[in-house]
């Protein structure tokens, strides 16, 4: 059985296709044991294309051609390219203007003293752009570098991407608690739920009916403003944001029992119900006070504040990770 020689080495990305004819299909299968396959990569990748040849042949000789449109023309031998006359071409840091191009390669060599010229079938780049950056211009310049930062971990809710210095509803925080669990699960709300033996209950508030907001319900996320309302429309403050983020922690496995006490110089004006939060998110450097070690619990939190909290949490740190209380901890 004859056996193939073969090099996997990098090509190129795609996004859609180019109309093009082959050079030539002489002599097909003679040399060429496995043609290159068409190939999608993310722009800024290293993308790659490759043959493989029939270990028969000898005095070989290989050279790449692509085609971006406007006919074919040898790879060259130069940035982003490299490989051009190996059995495998790579294109490095793919820009997405490369989607669609065409690569084939041509392989001359001899075989059982027949000198043969042959050509593969023409494999075609996608390359999937590289989303744009977030718009920021409505947030605050200090808030700018970590929103970035906290937005490509995809946890924010897409209708909070904007507006950002606008404070936070309730609603919106706990939807954005809820992605975040999510997001550092790795699991739908659903199956977290599901793994906890949990479901939505479609009666606990009168006001709402929001599919995340219940769901946090259920997780001891939030337990509403009493009376089965729930205020969704209601601002929210700095000592609400520790609560629910103390809470949410705790919904993902954290122990948040024996906190030390933030010493925070105006704590006694915080709710009672919210100084275990505030305790926990101080000790675990979630959040900070507002300046001569204050904490302005009253004081109203924004959009961005609260993306830039979420963010702050470094889960795979939290005490007690595998072992949490979920009874819930109410939010007001």
């Known amino acids: 059985m004859k056996?193939?020689?073969?090099?996997?080495?990098?090509?190129?990305?795609?996004?859609?296709?180019?109309a093009a004819t082959p050079l030539t299909a002489s002599a097909k299968g003679k040399?060429?044991?496995?043609?290159p396959k068409s190939e999608t990569f993310n722009e800024g990748e290293s993308a790659f294309f490759y043959i493989s040849i029939w270990e028969d042949v000898y005095n070989v000789s290989i050279q790449w051609y692509v085609n971006d449109g406007s006919g074919w023309t040898p790879v060259p031998d130069a940035e982003p390219y490299s490989g051009g006359t190996n059995m495998g071409v790579t294109i490095r840091d793919v820009p997405a203007?490369?989607?669609g191009y065409q690569y084939q390669c041509k392989v001359s060599a001899t075989k059982y003293e027949e000198n043969i010229e042959e050509y593969s079938e023409i494999a075609t780049l996608t390359v999937i752009p590289s989303a744009p950056p977030p718009d920021l211009d409505s947030a605050s310049e200090w808030a700018?570098?970590?929103?970035?930062?906290?937005?490509?971990?995809?946890?924010?809710?897409?209708?909070?991407?904007?507006?950002?210095?606008?404070?936070?509803?309730?609603?919106?925080?706990c939807r954005m608690a809820v992605k975040w669990v999510e997001y550092a699960t790795g699991k739908s709300i659903d199956a977290v739920l599901s793994e906890k033996g949990l479901s939505r209950n479609?009666?606990?508030?009168?006001?709402?009916?929001?599919?995340?907001?219940?769901?946090?319900?259920?997780?001891g996320i939030t337990s509403g403003m009493g009376n089965n309302t729930f205020s969704p429309e209601g601002q929210f403050n700095r000592e609400q944001a520790a609560g629910m983020i103390m809470n949410t922690c705790r919904a993902i496995g954290a122990d948040v029992s024996d906190?030390?006490?933030?010493?925070?110089?105006?704590?006694?004006?915080?709710?009672?119900?919210?100084?275990?939060?505030i305790n926990f998110v101080r000790a675990n450097g979630i959040m900070q006070g507002t300046g001569d070690d204050k904490f302005s619990p009253k004081n109203p939190y924004t959009r961005e504040q609260s993306i830039i909290t979420f963010s702050n949490i470094d889960y795979g740190t939290l005490p007690g990770i595998e072992s949490a209380d979920t009874s819930p901890v109410t939010d007001g």
């Not at 056996?3 to 180019?18: D, E, I, N, P």
């Not at 709710?271 to 939060?277: K, M, N, P, R, Y």
Request: hydrophobic share 50%.
């Open 202 to 219: 479609p009666n606990a508030f009168t006001d709402t009916s929001d599919p995340d907001i219940l769901a946090a319900f259920a997780l």
């Open 97 to 99: 203007s490369f989607n």
């Open 259 to 277: 906190l030390p006490p933030s010493g925070f110089a105006d704590i006694e004006t915080a709710s009672v119900w919210t100084i275990d939060g």
């Open 31 to 35: 040399v060429i044991a496995e043609d």
């Open 3 to 18: 056996k193939a020689l073969s090099l996997t080495l990098a090509a190129v990305m795609v996004f859609g296709l180019l």
């Open 144 to 173: 700018k570098e970590d929103l970035a930062a906290a937005l490509a971990k995809g946890f924010v809710p897409s209708d909070l991407l904007s507006d950002y210095r606008d404070v936070i509803t309730r609603a919106e925080f």
